[in-house]
């Protein structure tokens, strides 16, 4: 197991292992004195000199065997890839960090405004969740940053960033990591209720029958055949001075079976990572009060297990969400679009949410839509669209606008007998774009109707994870992309210019579009 930590400034003491990585462009502006106390029992000036100068392109050096490696980030960005290059820093750290002594260092050498992407990216590589009985080591690993071009050491405040975000994406990952057997919906509510009470916020939970009596058709609907109860569980930041409200709505499915409409035995393990939403969501909110957020934040997660028994929804039943729209189900395992359909149409009439941004594991369409690496993005406002881009851009969870059209999509959810099915008639439509709309639809009455809230939906489907492993993804992109509305300067100078007040008034519709 790994202890992370972050450092403001470059250790004296050599430790056991140390990593030096960055781009290659970076590495050749630093000199063998920036890491000597470090390395310079083990290696040479002149030997650092010689690889640092001749290292190529995504190249990893072993410097000293077991003990001292150097690796080259990949140069190559694109305009819709992150310029920071943290998308690379999970695999090379975990390729190239020496193996040696229970004590290492990573220096991360990077532009200042890349500190917070390439810092919090390395979290990615060191999972915390593992049942094995043989090759567990113990080991503390601090981060330390060179910044070529600019000599100014981190400050505290943006090392308490750095480590809250840290532990906030481990958090998520570990979340993700677990077994439906050892992270059911109780354990979600129960982690998410401590870390509410533990920041000092409100906490609500709606559970079991209480759903139903509620009016939560979605979330009951789909969680009330399995053992453990389904959930709605809010947790509320309001600090004074606060002028708007901010709804981070995330789908908890603790195991998707699939339902009656039941994967295939391929096609199910790894269903315990569609709580991947819910879980970036409650790391998020956890590391923004943390960190300073000066405006009303709730963290929605709308959990259940999708279960196969006797009284799991089936096809045809009809359930009328807390929206008081009434929906027809022609598929069971679409059924994280009916939880978040309860979950933002709560963010909008119980706490008046002027933005409300759900995030999922949504659609397997969304790997074809935006890829391995960026999330699936749609909204009803075109500025935040670019905002929320840049954000991903800045923090490296990446994200790309998908298809916003519901004038040609929303019809795919047409019923005779309800105001829409769950699942789309035409699976070559745009699929992710349409999943989204449903969900839409039970925040907005009508899209075609100008609307004081602003909504983001995005699908991260395939970033969750790399392999067997989860990254953890969604909250260093929440954070950047709220980053104005913090205390902290590191992502306040990172997060991209909100549209002025646009939640608060009412919008022209083509500025929605």
């Known amino acids: 197991m790994v202890s992370l930590s972050y450092s403001s400034a470059i250790p004296?003491?050599?430790p056991s292992s140390c990593l030096i990585i960055g781009e290659q462009a970076n590495l050749q502006k630093i000199s063998f004195a920036n890491v000597e106390s470090l390395i310079s029992h083990r290696v040479s000036a002149k030997l650092f000199g010689e690889v640092v100068s001749e290292i190529g392109d995504s190249e990893g050096v072993s410097l000293y065997p077991k003990c001292v490696s150097v690796a080259s980030l990949s140069s190559k960005h694109s305009r819709h890839t992150t310029p920071s290059a943290a998308?690379?820093?999970?695999?090379?750290?975990?390729k190239n960090l020496p193996k040696s002594g229970d004590k290492a260092v990573?220096?991360?050498?990077?532009?200042?405004?890349?500190?917070?992407?390439?810092?919090?990216?390395?979290?990615r590589a060191f999972?915390?969740?593992?049942?094995?009985?043989?090759?567990?080591?113990t080991r503390d690993v601090t981060v330390c940053f060179i910044n070529p071009d600019d000599s100014n050491p981190l400050t505290d405040q943006d090392v308490k960033v750095l480590t809250s975000t840290a532990k906030s994406i481990r958090l998520?990952?570990?979340?993700?990591?677990?077994?439906?057997?050892?992270?059911t919906c109780d354990d979600l509510v129960k982690t998410a209720v401590k870390i509410g009470q533990d920041l000092g916020c409100d906490v609500t939970v709606i559970s079991g029958e209480q759903l139903k009596e509620q009016g939560f058709g979605g979330i009951y609907g789909v969680g009330k055949a399995a053992e453990s109860p389904p959930a709605l569980c809010v947790l509320s930041h309001k600090p004074a001075g606060a002028t708007k409200t901010i709804a981070w709505c995330g789908k908890g499915i603790m195991y998707d079976t699939g339902g009656f409409s039941i994967k295939?035995?391929?096609?199910?393990?790894?269903?315990?990572?569609?709580?991947g939403g819910a879980a970036g969501i409650l790391g998020a909110f956890k590391a923004a009060v943390e960190c300073g957020f000066t405006e009303n934040l709730h963290a929605v997660l709308c959990i259940a297990e999708n279960s196969v028994g006797p009284r799991a929804a089936v096809p045809d039943d009809i359930h009328v969400l807390y929206s008081g729209k009434s929906v027809e189900i022609n598929n069971t395992d679409a059924e994280g679009r009916l939880v978040l359909g309860d979950g933002v149409a709560y963010a909008r009439k119980d706490l008046n949410a002027d933005i409300v941004l759900d995030m999922c594991t949504l659609t397997g369409a969304q790997g074809i839509t935006t890829g391995l690496h960026h999330g699936g993005l749609l909204s009803n406002n075109a500025q935040w669209e670019s905002c929320a881009v840049a954000a991903g851009l800045s923090?490296?969870?990446?994200?790309?606008?998908?298809?916003?059209?519901?004038?040609?999509?929303?019809?795919?959810?047409?019923?005779?007998?309800?105001?829409?099915?769950?699942?789309?008639?035409?699976?070559?439509?745009?699929?992710?774009?349409?999943?989204?709309l449903f969900i839409g639809a039970h925040l907005f009455d009508d899209y075609f109707k100008p609307s004081p809230i602003i909504w983001l939906h995005v699908d991260m489907a395939y970033p969750v994870h790399v392999g067997e492993r989860a990254t953890g993804w969604g909250p260093a992109l929440l954070l950047t992309l709220?980053?104005?509305?913090s205390t902290s300067p590191i992502l306040s100078g990172i997060g991209p210019v909100l549209p002025s007040d646009q939640a608060s008034k009412r919008v022209k519709h083509d500025e929605m579009c």
């Open 106 to 123: 990573i220096v991360m050498v990077c532009a200042r405004q890349h500190v917070f992407a390439c810092g919090v990216a390395v979290a």
């Open 482 to 485: 709220f980053g104005r509305y």
């Open 172 to 183: 998520a990952a570990d979340i993700v990591d677990r077994p439906r057997n050892e992270m």
């Open 395 to 436: 923090s490296g969870d990446m994200v790309f606008p998908m298809v916003y059209a519901p004038e040609l999509h929303f019809s795919e959810f047409k019923s005779s007998v309800a105001d829409m099915k769950n699942s789309v008639a035409c699976r070559t439509n745009a699929q992710s774009s349409c999943a989204g």
């Open 127 to 137: 999972p915390t969740y593992t049942l094995k009985t043989r090759d567990v080591t």
């Open 87 to 94: 998308n690379y820093i999970m695999e090379t750290v975990s």
């Open 12 to 14: 004296q003491e050599a």
């Open 264 to 275: 295939t035995k391929t096609g199910m393990p790894g269903m315990k990572r569609d709580c």
